[in-house]
């Protein structure tokens, strides 16, 4: 069921990718010769005006072969994409990863509005042997104040008891009605790298408005490709092994995963698989969508474009290299399935 939830998704994202560079190509009459689906032999073809449609046996990408960026003769009453100006290239280029992060935003809007489950004050377990469960706390108690502070969300309560560096805090709960104040010591704990007090707090479902949900929508696409650039640099500076990167089969496993906890944790774990692609296509790697963009550029500083067997080669040079990562990081993905 993972792998066919996979191959989905694949299918829908690399859909709305490259069906941002063919509408933009179409829309500045270039020739389209091929929207693919998938790289390797066809297992499917079909054809819309003078493009062909094909689905092929490997899911896990696509393409489309544009008159002037690929070889081909120039399909009747349509442009080279080379007889274009320049700016118009890029916006063909930017129009799938932008259509990818389009996609990320519509879909993190969509979580919003069906809701999401979000921590609240109220105290669903307390762990043994820990400082809670030591100084009387019990589940359904729900936490107001630190040391007289009144408190609004679990991250408040997280920060207060981390500040307080071990020190002895009291904190008001409300229980039957009626406020108790309960003094206790935070523990530090190694493996989380803080202080904590050994409980777990409940969730209640959250809806939002359309309007909060499409701003919510749009914030949560930036913070995520802020934290998705972030972790680039750190992996390119080495302060993030590679072994962390997950491949196709770490995806899938992940898709089931969110499968599980339901249409809304899907929902979203798709929308960051496409926010992913958007910002990755992005990057100046040689085969990526960046990387063309960036000849573009250097066309634009030159005064002409670069030789164009120079730059297929080095687009090659840059697939291979993608694929070798591709089975690399799936090596990680399979020792990682199997620690479990």
Not at 274 to 297: H, Q
Request: glycine share 10%.
């Amino acid at each position: 069921m993972s792998f066919l939830i996979f191959v989905l998704v694949i299918f829908v994202a690399t859909l709305v990718h490259e069906g941002g560079h063919f509408i933009f190509a179409r829309i500045f009459g270039v020739g389209v010769y091929e929207f693919s689906i998938g790289f390797g032999p066809r297992i499917f073809k079909s054809k819309y005006k003078e493009t062909d449609l094909s689905v092929r046996i490997l899911p896990l990408g696509g393409f489309v072969r544009i008159a002037g960026l690929d070889e081909g003769e120039v399909l009747p009453g349509t442009k080279r994409f080379d007889q274009i100006k320049s700016f118009q290239k890029i916006l063909v280029i930017l129009a799938g990863p932008v259509m990818n992060i389009i996609m990320a935003a519509f879909l993190f809007t969509l979580v919003f509005t069906q809701g999401i489950y979000v921590p609240d004050l109220r105290i669903q377990s307390v762990n043994d042997n820990f400082p809670a469960a030591k100084a009387g706390i019990k589940v359904g108690d729900k936490i107001v104040a630190v040391n007289g502070i009144l408190i609004k969300t679990p991250n408040d309560l997280i920060k207060m008891i981390s500040n307080s560096k071990g020190e002895k805090i009291t904190l008001t709960v409300l229980r039957d009605g009626k406020d108790i104040n309960i003094s206790l010591t935070p523990e530090f704990d190694q493996k989380e790298n803080r202080y904590i007090i050994g409980i777990m707090f409940d969730r209640t479902l959250k809806r939002y408005s359309i309007v909060d949900s499409i701003l919510m929508g749009f914030t949560q696409t930036i913070s995520w490709s802020i934290a998705l650039v972030t972790s680039i640099l750190m992996l390119i500076t080495g302060k993030m092994p590679v072994g962390s990167l997950a491949g196709p089969i770490g995806i899938a496993n992940m898709l089931g995963q969110a499968a599980n906890e339901g249409p809304t944790a899907l929902i979203f774990f798709i929308g960051f698989l496409s926010l992913n692609l958007g910002i990755l296509n992005l990057l100046p790697i040689p085969a990526l969508d960046g990387s063309r963009i960036l000849f573009i550029i250097v066309e634009i500083i030159r005064g002409k474009p670069v030789d164009p067997k120079k730059e297929n080669l080095i687009h090659v040079a840059g697939f291979i290299f993608l694929i070798l990562l591709m089975i690399f990081v799936s090596y990680f993905d399979i020792l990682r399935i199997f620690k479990r």
